[in-house]
Structures are given as structure tokens and as C-alpha cells.
């Protein structure tokens, strides 16, 4: 018995061992099973982009911004009026060829802004159910593709940045639902991207990530190129900023607690004399209000000096913005008529209809009875609905709609009649007999100006000739693609007829004429005229 009991206790042992060591191999290959299954996902940075106003809702997708903009015209003086406009940003502009070169027509195409070299962010993955998984600290290098190695399955993708690296210390070890961060300064400008995707073994696994923007961008725009230099320019700020926004990893979302404050958040410009000054960028807290504000201090130009505020604002999170003050002329008065200061233009990419600087440059050509002009470059000979837009006056898209309007045929034969040898707007400063009209290039020199008619002079007015009518030579397009004969000699302006339908107020006339070249003709419907607008 003592003989197979000494026998049997080490077969015993040599089993239990045998067992132990396949127990801990099989233990080891799932661990290396286990690591050897993950996949890599590929983790590539697009770039960012700021969210979308559409209506009341935010996206990422295009929104229609004249749906969006908010304008005022204030009166700065009997002279001068300052046009301020809310524009949401989510459009870049790129030169479009519907206008003539001397107009200031845009494009839109979608924005998107690289990241910065060297801008931290985390990259965090999650179950689809919320539970953590791992994350991991990166630093953006253009054209650097890191990698990140999960098991095949569905996961939430979250990268969280800053535009300053300025981000608070995240606990992203817990349930995605329970992240929720303080933020003390809008300034930080977090950055934030979500994406539920299933990693695949085998495949390719590419994370597309485009950044988004949470916080409300600000940038201040005023140019008063159309008037003259900016003398000075004084404190100018923005409310509402609220003091605190609590955000949610969960999907992105601003709350501000009760305790928030809200406080004015001041610009700061690069240059406070000019023609155009801009804003350094702002980031605030708006809460989505709808009574934002803006307030410049004293905003002086010549010897007008004087407060400007643009209320009534609807400022929501997230979204980027820039608030344009733009200095126009009220209008050139004659003829019992204020006249346009300038020829009509549409900038595409603002969807805004304006004015060009000067009386002296070229506008848009339009088709009558159509609201979107004549597109050159050989694509749009006749008007075309799909191209030139739906039926209407143009000249009453000018912002604020409504006050202006095209001119009809009594209003321009009032012109001619008010200008001639016996008008009320004749000064006769060089012969009692001829008219007020006075063909000439703008400058009276001929050198980088137009050729045109001024009204109300019989000679060029030399320095003051941004105070006197000027109807400049940009002729028309008469069913060609082709600049044709007129461009640069006549003038071919659309006005509306007495009876009905639409005419032409057509000039000629070489340098040094007395402007008798000026009368009232037929409209054709398949030309493209500049238009001068008059006020309602």
C-alpha cells in the first residue's frame, strides 16, 4: 500500500501541474487572441466648421441666409445713412462669373477651416450603449493619420479640442451620459465631434472627423469706402455673454445654470482709422437670446460724430456671425427725386442686393422683370428664370426692403426736363442756353474712370463730382454673350414704363458734350441694362 501510495501522490502532482500549465497557456492565448482581434481605426482630421442657422434650428448642413439676416438703416446725419446688418457666417465666398468685374459678386460654397498645427485633442470611444472604452490624448500634424485599436463592433466616436488648447481636465472613464463640463470663458473655443460608426475587422476603418464649433463667434465689420475715412472709432461691445455654459459630451449641447451673470463683451480692432476696419473674433455665451445688442461708443467720420447701437439681435450658441456697419450716402437729390448713389449690384455670396462705391463704376446687367442678374461668360444670352430668378424689382431687394425702387419714364423725363436750359436744376454756370447735362469721364481727365453724363453741372465738377448725378457709360448687352459696342460709350438704363411694361433711358454723347444725347426708348426683353434706382 505504502508502495502505490509513494507512486501515486507524484502522478498526482504531475497532473495537477500539467492541468495548471494548460490552464495558464490556455489563459495566455486569450489574452494574445484577445489583442491580436483589434482592429485599427484610422483617425483623419477634415477640419472645422461653425453650425448652421436654419430658422430655429442648427445644423450642419446649408442654410439660407436671407432668411437669417437682420438689418437697420440709421440716419447719421442728413447725408449719411449707416447700414447694419446681422449676417450668420456659414458661407465662404469665391469670385462668381454672372458679374461684370467691376462688381463685387460672390459665390457661396461651404465652410470649412483647417486646424491648427499642434492643436491638442482628445479622441474618446465608448459602446454604443455609453459605456467607456478607452481614450487617448493626440496632437494635430497635418498630414499625420494616427491610429486608435478597438475590438470589431459598434462604437461612439468623440473628439473634443479647443482653438486655444485650453480645454478643462476631463474624466471621460464613466458613462458618456454623465459628462457634463463648466466652461468659465467662451474664449476657449471648444471644439466637439460625435459619430457612431461599427469598426470591422478586415476593413478599412477610417474616422472622418470635422470639428465643430459650440460657442457663438463674433466678428465686427464697418466700411465706409462709399463715404470716405473712418477719423475714429470708439469702445464698441456686445451683449448678451453669459458668465458660465455647462456642456454635454453626451451630444454637444450649451445649459447655463441660474447663477449665470451676463456682462457686455468688448471688440478689440486691428485698426481704428480707414475705410474698413474689422474686429478681432469673440467668442461669447448668448444663451440663443433673440435682444442681442450691439453698441459702438462714438463712431466718427469727417465731422459727424455719433453713438451707434443695433439691438434686437437673435444671437444663437454656436453659431458664427459677423455684424456689418456700412456707411452709405442717403442719396443724390434732383429732379424732385433721390437717386441711388450708385448703380445696382448683387453680391451672391451675401445674397445682398447693394449699390457700387461709386456713381463712376459699372454694375450688374439685369433683364427686365427679374430679380438675379446677367450671367457673363457666355452661358446666359437671353433671361433664363433658372439663371436670372423670379420676376420682380430688383432695386426693392436693397436692404431695408422696400425703399427703393426702379425709376419709371415721368420720373426720368422729370430729369430732363428739370436739367434742361429752363430747368429748376440748372445753375447755367457756364451758358445760359444748354442744359445741365455734361458728358465726361468721372475724373475729367479720362485716366482710370468711366466715360458719362453728369446731371445737374454743365461742366465737370471736378471735386465735388461725388455730389452730382452721374450716369456712367456701361452701355448693355443686346442678346450677346459678347460685350458688345455700347459697353464704355453709351449709357442703357432700365425704367418702367407709364403705361405698363418696361422702357430705356439711353445716353450718348463723347467727352466735352453737352448732354443733348439723352432720351427715353423701348425696352427689349432679351437685353441686360445697368439700373440706377430712385427712393419710394
Not at 457661396?108 to 477651416?113: D, E, I, L, P, R
Not at 426720368?412 to 440748372?426: A, F, K
Request: glycine content about 10%.
Amino acid at each position: 500500500m505504502k508502495f502505490f501510495t509513494s507512486i501515486r501522490l507524484p502522478i498526482i502532482c504531475i497532473i495537477l501541474m500539467s492541468v495548471c500549465f494548460i490552464g495558464c497557456k490556455k489563459d495566455k492565448n486569450s489574452d494574445n487572441e484577445l489583442e491580436l482581434g483589434k482592429t485599427e481605426v484610422t483617425i483623419k482630421i477634415s477640419g472645422s466648421e461653425a453650425q448652421v442657422q436654419n430658422g430655429n434650428k442648427m445644423s450642419l448642413g446649408k442654410s439660407k441666409q436671407q432668411d437669417l439676416k437682420h438689418s437697420e438703416l440709421f440716419s447719421l446725419n442728413d447725408e449719411y445713412h449707416v447700414l447694419a446688418t446681422l449676417i450668420p457666417q456659414e458661407d465662404i465666398t469665391k469670385p462668381e462669373d454672372n458679374v461684370s468685374i467691376r462688381s463685387s459678386g460672390m459665390k457661396a460654397a461651404a465652410v470649412q477651416t483647417p486646424v491648427a498645427s499642434g492643436t491638442v485633442y482628445y479622441l474618446a470611444v465608448y459602446r454604443e450603449t455609453g459605456e467607456y472604452v478607452t481614450h487617448q490624448q493626440y496632437t494635430y500634424v497635418p498630414n499625420q493619420e494616427p491610429k486608435i485599436n478597438v475590438n470589431p463592433g459598434k462604437y461612439i466616436f468623440l473628439a473634443v479640442a479647443s482653438g486655444t488648447n485650453t480645454l478643462p481636465t476631463i474624466n471621460f472613464n464613466q458613462p458618456l451620459s454623465q459628462i457634463n463640463l463648466s466652461i468659465t470663458d467662451a474664449s476657449v473655443d471648444m471644439m466637439y465631434f460625435k459619430q457612431e460608426m461599427e469598426v470591422q475587422a478586415g476593413a478599412v476603418n477610417n474616422l472622418n472627423i470635422v470639428l465643430r464649433h459650440l460657442f457663438t463667434q463674433v466678428v465686427l465689420t464697418v466700411n465706409t469706402a462709399e463715404i470716405g475715412d473712418v477719423v475714429s472709432i470708439g469702445a464698441a461691445s456686445i451683449t448678451p455673454n453669459l458668465s458660465v455654459a455647462n456642456v454635454s459630451l453626451q451630444d454637444g449641447s450649451l445649459s447655463y445654470p441660474p447663477t449665470a451673470t451676463s456682462a457686455a463683451k468688448s471688440f478689440s480692432f486691428t485698426n481704428t482709422t480707414g475705410q474698413t476696419l474689422v474686429s478681432n473674433p469673440i467668442f461669447i455665451f448668448p444663451s440663443n437670446s433673440t435682444a442681442g445688442s450691439v453698441t459702438i461708443g462714438s463712431f466718427q467720420i469727417g465731422t459727424v460724430s455719433k453713438p451707434l447701437t443695433f439691438s434686437n439681435l437673435t444671437l444663437m450658441d454656436g453659431i458664427k456671425y459677423t455684424i456689418d456697419f456700412r456707411l452709405l450716402a442717403a442719396g443724390i437729390n434732383i429732379g424732385f427725386e433721390t437717386w441711388s448713389s450708385g448703380n445696382l449690384i448683387y453680391d451672391a455670396g451675401q445674397d445682398r442686393y447693394g449699390f457700387t462705391l461709386s456713381d463712376n463704376d459699372y454694375g450688374n446687367y439685369w433683364f427686365y422683370n427679374h430679380l438675379l442678374p446677367k450671367k457673363l461668360g457666355g452661358t446666359n444670352q437671353g433671361p433664363d428664370p433658372v439663371i436670372n430668378g423670379a420676376s420682380g424689382d430688383p432695386c426693392a431687394q436693397v436692404l431695408p426692403k422696400g425703399i427703393w425702387r426702379l425709376p419709371n419714364e415721368d420720373e426720368v423725363n422729370q430729369l430732363l426736363t428739370h436739367t434742361g436750359p429752363n430747368g429748376v436744376d440748372n445753375p447755367h454756370n457756364v451758358n445760359t442756353w444748354d442744359p445741365a447735362r455734361y458728358v465726361d469721364y468721372f475724373d475729367g481727365v479720362g485716366s482710370g474712370t468711366n466715360l458719362g453724363m453728369f446731371f445737374g453741372t454743365q461742366n465737370n465738377p471736378t471735386v465735388a463730382r461725388h455730389d452730382h448725378l452721374f450716369f456712367v457709360y456701361a452701355g448693355a448687352y443686346h442678346n450677346e454673350n459678347t460685350q458688345g459696342p455700347t459697353i464704355g460709350h453709351e449709357g442703357n438704363y432700365l425704367i418702367t414704363g407709364t403705361g405698363g411694361g418696361y422702357r430705356e433711358f439711353h445716353l450718348t454723347g463723347a467727352s466735352g458734350n453737352i448732354g443733348y444725347g439723352a432720351s427715353v426708348g423701348q425696352a427689349d426683353q432679351l437685353s441686360a441694362y445697368q439700373i440706377r434706382c430712385v427712393k419710394n
